[in-house]
């Protein structure tokens, strides 16, 4: 109840309605941080190859079983405001660049535990804040420095890239194949962006040379059955339709290739409309008026002489038997999205009218046209194309939830080679980057004055988060791990200023046995454009939420 002192001899006034429960001030900014904590610790041993799985059950009665951080804080029902928008910092970093979901929200978590002493102290939370951004200036700049610039056609590199990020998760006993496939399908979706020859400025974060739309044109298929290594990347596409008349030829080389958006069928009025027959021979004209539109339809296509048509609407039966005579394979009722897909396999254009076919849009990329039984069901695959700008990726398993969890491990993977197809720039995984930069903050926080010392300093301090959590993850003595590793990284430092030349230490924990290793022969390297942004969201998050000094809950309900 929030009441204020009236003036004398008057009771209390009240201002806020009674039901609203009210913290303020540093209660407020506690509760706060004890639940960022609560969500931190959910997802804490999920980070590194030696991670758990988590099993949610979801209201319908289903099961995720996944250690995917975005995945798992999207299953979790949680009432806290605080935690609420912890859980969308884990959706942001997924939707921006696709890796990084379990970092972020540790790293968060982090620097609002460690703003919890500061403010018992009595530092103004603005004071933090300012501490903070100076430290994360200063993140970003070692980072940019430990960068290392990859070209994008060197296998080995991107394999042990891709590996980095796969490695963690559950599909991690297929590695090599995950790798292959990822890399597979990003690189046959990229394709150079066409851009104003005179638009060379590079400052510009959004003018990528390449554009990979993995979403759009890289389709994943999920067929439970099988064995895991049985999936693959298919040069083209495949949809699962069977032909719509029986006699149709299931299997053609080098197919013509003709994609329709209109139905083969006669036109239907939009209202209902009745007609009045008085002359029984009408209603026979009217039969082949009908008949006649159709058949024009089919012989316009047919001048084409295209092997397979494969339209988004309806065929009708008369049309089927026209396109059967004509030795065509037809498809019917396709996906929007899929047809899209075929068409930049085959080269093929949409055509929304059969009297405006010209021989251009015929798609003739195509190798291999064939309709394969898989499991109780016929899929049609287009194979073989020269040069397809998109494709489906074909994934065998056991079970459903052995599919989606690999469907997730493989998307993670394909926005990892995408981040390095736009910007191929590197940094050390393993902790290494984080260690570095947190030793780094340590050397830099000491010319740092005043009051935002303290708070410049907690930032390096909660960097150290993930090497140690990826030691705690392996069962290995953590302070004995993390105190090497800091030496390590320390006396690169005054290396580095002995000598007067940066040379990066890239010297981390090897997520598999706990031990100390450097990243650069262990070969564990993730995108410049993942680290940073974790850093990036996790700093500016615990800013976020450090401000908040008032929580007001059960403000106005509607009245009933």
Same mark, same amino acid.
């Given at each position: 109840m929030q009441a204020m002192q009236g003036p004398p001899g008057y009771g209390p006034v009240m201002v806020l309605n009674q039901k609203t429960q009210r913290q303020t001030g540093r209660q407020a900014q506690?509760?706060?941080i004890s639940a960022a904590r609560a969500v931190a610790d959910i997802i804490r041993t999920t980070l590194g190859p030696r991670s758990m799985l988590k099993m949610l059950l979801d209201p319908m009665g289903g099961i995720v079983i996944t250690n995917d951080g975005n995945c798992i804080l999207r299953e979790v029902?949680?009432?806290h405001p605080t935690a609420k928008s912890m859980i969308e910092l884990s959706r942001a970093q997924d939707e921006e660049v696709g890796d990084g979901t379990t970092s972020v929200i540790i790293l968060s978590g982090e620097m609002l535990i460690l703003s919890e002493p500061l403010i018992h102290d009595n530092l103004h939370?603005?004071?933090i804040v300012q501490g903070y951004n100076r430290a994360l200036q200063e993140a970003l700049e070692i980072c940019e420095r430990m960068a290392l610039k990859v070209d994008i056609h060197d296998k080995e590199r991107m394999m042990k890239l891709v590996q980095s990020s796969i490695g963690t998760k559950f599909s991690s006993r297929w590695n090599d194949k995950m790798v292959e496939m990822a890399l597979q399908a990003v690189i046959t979706v990229a394709r150079p962006k066409g851009r104003n020859p005179e638009d060379t400025s590079s400052s510009n974060p959004y003018s990528h040379k390449m554009e990979v739309d993995i979403k759009r044109?890289?389709?994943v298929e999920k067929i439970p059955g099988g064995e895991i290594s049985e999936s693959t990347v298919l040069r083209g596409v495949m949809f699962n339709k069977d032909t719509t008349h029986p006699k149709m030829r299931r299997r053609i080389e080098k197919p013509r290739i003709l994609l329709l958006d209109c139905p083969l069928e006669y036109k239907k009025g939009e209202s209902q409309t009745n007609v009045e027959i008085?002359?029984?021979d009408d209603w026979n004209t009217l039969l082949r008026m009908e008949e006649e539109y159709v058949e024009n339809m089919c012989m316009e296509i047919i001048a084409f002489q295209p092997d397979i048509v494969i339209t988004e609407k309806g065929v009708s039966d008369l049309a089927q038997h026209y396109l059967a005579k004509a030795n065509i394979t037809a498809f019917r009722r396709l996906r929007k999205t899929d047809n899209n897909r075929v068409a930049r396999a085959t080269g093929a254009t949409i055509v929304s009218r059969t009297d405006e076919i010209q021989e251009s849009d015929i798609g003739?990329?195509?190798g291999l046209f064939e309709m394969k039984k898989i499991g109780d069901e016929w899929f049609c695959f287009l194979d073989e194309c020269e040069d397809p700008k998109a494709c489906t990726i074909i994934l065998r398993g056991g079970s459903k939830d052995v599919l989606n969890e690999i469907e997730r491990n493989l998307h993670d993977a394909m926005e990892v080679v995408r981040n390095v197809v736009y910007d191929p720039k590197l940094l050390p995984g393993?902790?290494?980057? *984080?260690? +570095?930069?947190?030793m780094g903050l340590r050397r830099a926080g000491m010319k740092v004055e005043g009051v935002q010392q303290r708070p410049f300093l907690a930032v390096g301090e909660a960097m150290e988060v993930i090497p140690r959590t990826l030691a705690q993850n392996c069962g290995v003595s953590v302070i004995r791990t993390v105190t090497q590793l800091r030496a390590k990284h320390a006396s690169a430092c005054d290396e580095v200023e002995k000598t007067g030349e940066y040379k990066p230490c890239n010297w981390g924990v090897n997520g598999v046995t706990g031990e100390l290793v450097d990243m650069e022969e262990l070969g564990i390297w993730e995108p410049f454009s993942v680290k940073v942004q974790t850093i990036k969201t996790a700093? *500016?998050? +615990?800013?976020?939420?450090?401000r908040i000094d008032d929580i007001v809950s059960g403000s106005k309900k509607s009245s009933k």
């Open positions: 506690l509760s706060n029902d949680v009432s939370p603005t004071v044109y890289a389709k008085t002359n029984t003739t990329g195509c393993g902790g290494a980057t *984080e260690m +570095a930069v947190s700093i *500016e998050s +615990a800013c976020m939420i450090l």
